[in-house]
């Protein structure tokens, strides 16, 4: 609080002197003077309030846009209900009855190993006409249950169109009993077993059991060229046969059995 000397009470103007106007000139200096000192001093002892860098910032800096946001993206798998359960599992069962409806379909369609042994036996030369034509022969013992012979089946198929015309082929299923006596005569005690007969009807070489198709191809070269056989004698994989029981009497296929010829 600032105190200012009162204003000197004047006369009249005819009163004063020159001292008079003076003194009031002096006394109005004094209280503008005193004034500004009271102005100053209360400037410096109440300072205005700073304010923050951050207000200053939010009030003349302009505000940031808000851009919006893309939605997003639904996922492509559905939560999980009880119902997708019971679909998931009738589509599996469904395409696994189609793929085993297909499987069975091509099975049926594609000859196996026995069907191809009944073709090659329905192609065969019947052995009296073998013996008799001139023409070398292979004879086969086989069997339908016979897997070695099953495997060997395409081979022989192909092998027949080629040699077919220069040599015999011949088929002699081991269940008929026909043949009991060419297998006592050849020994055959296992199948497949492979009899190779001359010209003339004579045994010239036999092979046993299971065998690639290059061996048999040329041994029937050999044979058709009335050359020596390069791979005899030979064994291989075989499926047994007893012929022994096959000889006794009380066998019961033995008792006026009529079975025909393969």
Known sequence: MCWLPPNPVTGSQGDRGSEGRIEEISAESS??????????????QN??????KSQIQARYLPKP???AQPPKP????PPFEP???SRIRNF?????????STAIFFGLQSPNGSSKLAALAESAVPLEEALTNNKPTMMEFYANWCTSCQAM??????LEAEYGDRVN???LNVDNDRWLPEMLAYRVDGIPHFVYLNRQGEAIASIIGEQPRAVMAANLEALSNNTALPYTPASGQVSKVNTTAKATPDDPRSHGSQVNRS
Do not use: H
């Open 153 to 158: 089946a395409q081979d022989l198929i192909e």
């Open 83 to 85: 119902g997708n359960a």
């Open 74 to 77: 639904k996922s492509p798998i």
């Open 47 to 52: 300072p205005k309030p700073k304010i923050p």
């Open 65 to 67: 846009t808000m851009t």
């Open 31 to 44: 209280r503008v003077l005193v004034g500004l000192a009271c102005n100053l001093r209360s400037k410096t």
């Open 92 to 100: 599996l069962i469904a395409m696994v009855a189609i793929a085993l």
């Open 169 to 171: 082929f011949v088929m």
